[in-house]
């Protein structure tokens, strides 16, 4: 297959006239200055193919329901406990499908799934106790993408200065009964052509200290994510239980390194981010989901300067716009700081194409040899219109999102997925979750 941008992003900057060549699901040549001949022509600006390294597709339900009478971060958990009571394979199946066709809309060829809705309301088996992972999966499959499905270990109910509480009726699908429960379901999840498996912690608050090590084992090598120091509270019952940060914990067992990802890292000290810098501990930042929620705004430019480097991730789903995570990434930092310039173009494209932090080290660039993906935006509607193709992140959205190709398949095309309207798709998924509420 041929395809042939005017313009592109490739690792060596903006280019013009690019002629890409593909041979199945990998790039064999990518020519700048080159011409079109019978190749296929995209539209606008040619980018690799975006990585979502933080989701939950369960939380797509919650968008525009949990914005009246204010309310926290965790007050925002009952309305999540709710969605989850009562979601099965099927219409789990369902939601991810519409959800997941709603990221390659914006762009996004490889998701990270931060798994941990695992068994049936009360924490009852299902007869394949994987079968609401086996529902993402089929899910991302239906919807064209990649997923890296990060099953996630989650044992407690929280923490405080008193050590960890049971898990509340809300959560007990989230658990396994212990870390070699959860390591037993984890090695009967297999990988297959479309999705990869990794491990998650999902907090301090969730995985008591002497199941650390277990989980890090069992990722071996393999993307390992983690809830870090989203919130103060968090710090705080770490400090008084453990006598230390999050992040120092995660430390001293052994957990952070290059195949581990941070996700939020906001509340951190200066310790803690000279830790997970030279660890090259991944940080992955949700910015939509982080002012959302008013976790707040984490230390991203100090970190990439420690060692890490920088994903992003969509996390609630609140929105589903991958370019506008890169950009608020790079704004955050401007309200942070007074100052402009924190993160280049070039550094945004970077964390905006973290393939590898979710166990696909050969997505995410256009350069031969790499995975075939590629993301053409327009510069030519109302919000792109006069944009230099190189700082092209600073201005488009999802909508701008024209085609999207994902391991050589066409996916997205003018705009539109191939499972056709992705919105009914979604209201199909959400409206029966909420009937009687």
């Not at 510069?379 to 999102?401: E, F, I, K």
Request: proline residues 5%; glycine residues 10%; negative net charge.
């Amino acid at each position: 297959m041929r395809y042939f941008a005017e313009h592109a992003l490739l690792p060596s900057g903006p280019a013009r006239d690019v002629l890409f060549e593909a041979d199945g699901d990998r790039l064999t040549s990518v020519t700048a200055e080159a011409a079109p001949g019978d190749a296929r022509r995209l539209p606008g600006v040619v980018l690799p193919g975006f990585a979502n390294a933080h989701s939950h597709a369960f939380h797509r339900a919650l968008r525009g329901r949990t914005h009246d009478g204010g309310g926290t971060f965790w007050t925002w958990r009952e309305r999540m406990y709710a969605v989850s009571a009562v979601l099965d394979p099927d219409s789990y199946l369902a939601l991810a499908r519409a959800t997941y066709a709603e990221m390659a809309l914006s762009g996004v060829t490889t998701v990270g799934e931060f798994h941990y809705l695992h068994h049936a309301p009360g924490g009852a088996r299902y007869s394949d106790e994987n079968a609401m992972a086996e529902a993402l999966r089929q899910a991302a499959v239906d919807a064209g993408i990649r997923i890296t499905l990060l099953d996630t270990c989650y044992l407690a109910g929280g923490l405080s200065a008193s050590g960890h509480a049971a898990p509340g009726p809300e959560q007990q699908r989230f658990g396994d009964g212990s870390v070699d429960g959860w390591a037993a379901r984890v090695e009967a999840l297999k990988p297959s052509d479309g999705m990869a498996v990794g491990a998650a912690i999902h907090s301090v608050r969730a995985v008591p200290r002497d199941a650390l090590a277990t989980v890090r084992d069992v990722a071996d090598g393999r993307p390992l994510h983690v809830h870090l120091s989203e919130q103060p509270a968090e710090n705080e019952a770490c400090l008084a239980y453990y006598g230390c940060t999050p992040t120092a914990l995660l430390d001293a067992e052994g957990v952070l390194g290059p195949m581990t990802t941070a996700v939020h890292a906001t509340h951190l000290s200066t310790a803690d981010i000279a830790a997970l810098g030279r660890t090259t501990t991944t940080a992955c930042f949700c910015p939509t989901t982080e002012r959302d929620l008013a976790d707040g705004i984490g230390p991203a430019r100090a970190l990439r300067d420690a060692g890490s480097g920088l994903s992003l991730g969509s996390d609630q789903n609140a929105v589903i716009d991958l370019i506008e995570e890169a950009r608020a990434l790079e704004m955050h930092e401007r309200v942070a700081t007074l100052q402009r310039g924190r993160f280049s173009p070039g550094d945004l494209l970077r964390a905006l194409t973290a393939h590898a932090s979710l166990g696909w080290p050969d997505a995410g660039r256009l350069e031969p040899g790499a995975v075939a993906d590629l993301v053409a935006v327009r510069l030519d509607t109302v919000r792109t219109a006069g944009s230099v193709p190189g700082q092209v992140l600073l201005a488009a959205g999802a909508a701008d999102v024209d085609t999207v190709i994902v391991g050589g398949e066409v996916v997205v095309e003018s705009g539109r997925h191939r499972l056709g309207d992705v919105g009914a798709l979604l209201v199909a998924a959400i409206d029966p979750l909420w009937e009687g509420a």
